[in-house]
């Protein structure tokens, strides 16, 4: 089995910055592609941003140039550091570990964290 454990969401004021921690533990050898995710009240669950197990990246158009994805693959750990945040980034935001693959397994599956809340106050 393996867990994703995120951090360092919180109550922040406009303008200010966060950094998000996700880690996977668990029994497995390999993981694709990371990312986080974000759903506020009534919305749907959307994509925030991804990394490769390379290091390319890719961003919502919302988040460009205020949020950076980073990942340590030595700590199985993927990073969301989120500046000049404003109220419509509240929400709770998820990590997803896609592709992981268990050492007796062909073929890997996605994970979810629990998801860690965000609010931002104006």
Known sequence: QV??????GGLVQAGGSLRLSCVASGNFVSINGMGWYRQAPGNERELVATITSGGS??????????????????KNTVYLQMDSLNSEDTAVYYCNAQNVRAPWAIVGRDYWG?????????
């Open 3 to 8: 867990q994703l454990v995120e951090s360092g």
């Open 57 to 74: 990246t890719n961003y919502a158009d919302s988040v460009k140039g205020r949020f950076t994805i980073s990942r340590d693959n030595a």
């Open 114 to 122: 629990q998801g860690t809340q965000v609010t931002v106050s104006s």
